[in-house]
Nanobody
């Protein structure tokens, strides 16, 4: 079973930047798409943004122009660069990826365990 291991979260001041990483725990054939979600205390999990391997991206209005998702298949990793962070970005961030484990295998969706991002004012 592939696991997605997230890292890069932490405490940052408003206006700062963080780069989240989400790496597959074993050798895979490809990551076809990657997305990030977040969940703030007392709120429902919300979609942040998505990228497909062809390069098309979509972002929630709240992060558009500040966050950028990339996929590096050589590193089996989905990244999210977060700039100009705001206190309202504070949340646990979760990655999800559509992965093809072998060249002939089906795409399957996996989730990371979450990483905490805290933005101080």
């Amino acid at each position: 079973q592939v696991q997605l291991v997230e890292s890069g979260g932490g405490l940052v001041e408003a206006g700062g930047s963080l780069r989240l990483s989400c790496v597959a725990s074993e050798t895979i054939f490809s990551i076809n798409a990657g997305s990030w979600y977040r969940q703030a205390p007392g709120k429902e999990r919300e979609w942040v943004g998505s990228r497909v391997s062809g390069g098309a991206t979509n972002y929630a209005d709240s992060v558009k122009g500040r966050f950028a998702i990339s996929i590096d298949n050589a590193k089996n990793t989905v990244f999210m660069q977060m700039n100009s962070l705001k206190p309202e970005d504070t949340a646990v961030y979760y990655c999800t990826a559509d992965i093809r484990r072998t060249v002939s295998g089906q795409k399957e969706t996996y989730w990371g365990q979450g990483t905490q991002v805290t933005v101080s004012s």
